[in-house]
């Protein structure tokens, strides 16, 4: 029971001093304590779906930071996504949500016309880049650049290297849909190391952001078809490009699907993680610097944090900056509902990637590199912002 769940907490406030929303707005009832206090309030009745406890609970990241440190190990991510499916529940998801994730998500061909569509008919003034592409329907939305053509479109199913390692790779929508050129270092990376790669046709979202709307009936089918087209009893591996991506599928579907995708989610490595654990290879080290942005969700929430610094570090002089794994800003729907606290965030991150002193930043999630590209180039800083996987990439051509 939920309720129990709640009654758990002994409201220490130790979770104050890890939560970046918190620690943004400096607001009780924003902070982790704050969130639990409210939602058992609504439970024992209390308390009614007032805006203010609706923004609260939609304002959390689910970054886990909170239960990292919890002394008790609440789970409050997990508590704040039951909140999130009680308000959808209670109040319904809104009509365009739930058609795009119930309907377009679910075909590929659709989604696509709609993206398309979407990018050549919004106007948005948002400083705020989408990266999270299913929510292109929200008024707030901005598009980032679509490709050409998707990744899924343009390379074959199966890509033999005649190695001994076998991985299914998930790509995310950003990816697949915009920052292809991450797919095409990743899938030239793989191959040249000896992994024969496996891209389904028909994988789909991972179903996020349908999380952060609490529609669990539609994550729960996209989670259903991505685990049945990555076929996990046929790989190695299934490899993931993206932080959101990857702890969806290694941390939500678990939740979502329960004992049946327990063997999935064991399998699910981000692509760092996978090369670092399994792939023997030499690197030329260039004569570049390098420092490198934690994504929170791949940090935490996928347990990836030395592998792409040992990667990196082969790869070009490796600089550590300070509060590397403080958010960039755009974590869960952040940027779309609060661009001020995305921008109040980016700031600090900006000047903590300057101050290292880097010539090129890289990170593990799309959506962070498009952010700080985006705003190095309206602050006209001269850096790069790469995949760890594009540095690797190349230092193996080099």
């Known amino acids: 029971m939920l309720i129990d769940e709640v009654k758990e907490c002994s409201k220490c406030g130790k979770c104050r001093s890890v939560c970046p929303i918190f620690q943004e ?17 609504l439970l024992e009745g209390g308390l009614s779906h007032s805006e203010k406890y609706i923004e609260t609970v939609q ?6 930071r909170c239960s990292s440190v919890c002394p008790l190990g609440i789970e409050v991510e997990n508590i704040v996504q039951s909140a999130r499916n009680m308000l959808a529940e209670k109040l319904g998801i809104p009509e365009a949500g739930r058609e795009v994730f119930r309907t377009t998500l679910l075909d590929p061909v659709a989604f696509r016309s709609a993206l398309v569509n979407a990018a050549s008919s919004i106007s948005s003034e948002s400083k705020v880049p989408l990266w999270q592409l299913p929510l292109f329907f929200h008024e707030g939305a901005r598009l980032p650049e679509l490709a050409a053509e998707t990744v899924l479109d343009r390379y074959p199913e199966h890509m033999e290297s005649g190695g001994k390692h076998r991985i299914a790779l998930f790509l995310g929508c950003l990816i697949n849909q915009a920052s292809t050129h991450i797919a095409d270092s990743a ?5 040249k190391l000896g992994v024969d790669v496996f891209l389904p046709k028909d994988q789909l979202c991972c179903g996020a952001p349908a999380l ?6 539609a994550a729960r089918e996209l989670a259903r078809r991505n685990v049945a087209a990555l076929r996990p009893d046929e790989f190695d591996a299934v490899v993931t490009l993206c932080s959101m991506g990857g702890v969806t599928l290694k941390r939500d579907y678990e939740q ?6 327990e063997e999935f989610a064991s399998k699910v490595y981000d692509i760092s993680g996978f090369i670092d654990k399994f792939i023997d290879y030499e690197a030329h080290r260039m004569d570049m610097s390098v ?3 934690d994504s929170i969700y791949l940090k935490l929430g996928m347990e990836t944090e030395a592998e792409p610094r040992r990667i990196l570090g082969k790869c070009a002089r490796f600089i550590e900056m300070a509060d590397a794994d403080k958010s960039c800003g ?3 729907t952040l940027g779309l509902f609060h661009p001020e606290i995305s921008m109040k965030m980016v700031d600090a991150k900006i000047k903590a990637i300057v101050e290292s002193g880097a010539d090129v930043v890289a990170a593990g999630s799309p959506g962070c590199i498009l952010f700080l590209k985006e705003q190095f180039a309206e602050r006209g800083i001269q850096k790069e912002v790469l995949h760890t996987v594009q540095i690797l990439q190349k230092s193996l051509e080099s």
Not at 59 to 64: A, G, H, M
Not at 187 to 191: G, K, S
Not at 212 to 217: L, R, T, Y
């Open 256 to 261: 979502i699907l329960g004992d049946d995708a």
């Open 187 to 191: 899938i030239a990376v793989l191959n």
């Open 291 to 293: 420092t490198y942005h």
């Open 330 to 332: 755009t974590e869960g």
């Open 25 to 41: 707005l400096n607001d009780e009832v924003m902070s982790p304590r704050g969130r639990i206090s409210l939602i058992e309030s």
């Open 59 to 64: 304002f959390c990241i689910r970054c886990t």
């Open 212 to 217: 952060s709307f609490g529609d669990k009936a």
